[in-house]
T-cell receptor
Framework: RKEVEQDPGPFNVPEGATVAFNCTYSNSASQSFFWYRQDCRKEPKLLMS???SGNEDGRFTAQLNRASQYISLLIRDSKLSDSATYLCAVNRDDKIIFGKGTRLHILP | EAGVAQSPRYKIIEKRQSVAFWCNPISGHATLYWYQQILGQGPKLLIQ????????DSQLPKDRFSAERLKGVDSTLKIQPAKLEDSAVYLC??????????????FGPGTRLLVL
C-alpha cells in the first residue's frame, strides 16, 4: 500500500458546482499535511496547509481526519481557473511525501 | 523576492549520456530538495540538503545519480549514465528550514529531461 493515496480522477465538474476529494495516508506518525496545486507543465504551488482544526481560505476548505487517516479538500463555486492537478502531501520525519495527484477539469 | 531558479529548462539526451541540472534556491533558505516527477505521478524526493549536509538521500539511485551543495547555496544534480526511465521533470525546491515544521516548500520551474 502506498503511503499517500489519491484518486487520480479526472473529476469533470460543471462551473459553479462544489467538488471534494480525499487523500489517505498510511503512517499514523505523519505530522503535517498540505494541498498543493499543479497546473499543466508547471511546478507545484502550496494551496493550503491542513491543520487539525480544519481551515478555510475563500472557496477552499481543508479538513484532517486523524482517526481515519485522511485529508480532504472542498472547492465551492468552482471556477474554470480551478482546473488543475491537486497534490496531497504528508510530512513524516521531516520528509514530504506526495500523492500522485487528482486531476480536476471544470467544464463551462 | 526572487523564486527558485533552475537551468536548463529542457534537455534532450541519448541514453548512456551524462546530464547535469543546476538549482539556485531562494536566498536564505537552508533546506534544498531535488524531486523527480514522472508524467502522471507526484513528485518523488531524491535528495534533501540542510545547508550543505545531506539529510535524506534514501531514494537517490546512487549508482547513477549524484548531487552536491558545496557552499550551502546552489546545488547540482547529475545523472551518469542516463537511462530511458530517467525521462521526467526534475524539480528543485527550497524551504526556510527543515520540513519538520509547517514550512512551505517553494518549487522552481523544473528541468524537463527526455532520454532517447
Amino acid at each position: 500500500r502506498k503511503e499517500v493515496e489519491q484518486d487520480p480522477g479526472p473529476f469533470n465538474v460543471p462551473e459553479g458546482a462544489t467538488v471534494a476529494f480525499n487523500c489517505t495516508y498510511s503512517n499514523s506518525a505523519s505530522q503535517s499535511f498540505f494541498w498543493y496545486r499543479q497546473d499543466c507543465r508547471k511546478e507545484p504551488k502550496l494551496l493550503m496547509s491542513v491543520y487539525s482544526s480544519g481551515n478555510e481560505d475563500g472557496r477552499f476548505t481543508a479538513q484532517l481526519n486523524r482517526a481515519s487517516q485522511y485529508i480532504s479538500l472542498l472547492i465551492r463555486d468552482s471556477k474554470l481557473s480551478d482546473s488543475a492537478t491537486y497534490l496531497c502531501a504528508v510530512n513524516r520525519d521531516d520528509k514530504i511525501i506526495f500523492g500522485k495527484g487528482t486531476r480536476l477539469h471544470i467544464l463551462p | 523576492e526572487a523564486g527558485v531558479a533552475q537551468s536548463p529548462r529542457y534537455k534532450i539526451i541519448e541514453k548512456r549520456q551524462s546530464v547535469a541540472f543546476w538549482c539556485n534556491p531562494i536566498s536564505g533558505h537552508a533546506t534544498l530538495y531535488w524531486y523527480q516527477q514522472i508524467l502522471g505521478q507526484g513528485p518523488k524526493l531524491l535528495i534533501q540538503f540542510q545547508n550543505n549536509g545531506v539529510v535524506d538521500d534514501s531514494q537517490l539511485p546512487k549508482d547513477r545519480f549524484s548531487a552536491e551543495r558545496l557552499k550551502g547555496v546552489d546545488s547540482t544534480l547529475k545523472i551518469q549514465p542516463a537511462k530511458l526511465e530517467d525521462s521526467a521533470v526534475y524539480l528543485c525546491a527550497s524551504s526556510l528550514n527543515l520540513a519538520g515544521s509547517w514550512e512551505t516548500q517553494y518549487f522552481g520551474p523544473g528541468t524537463r529531461l527526455l532520454v532517447l
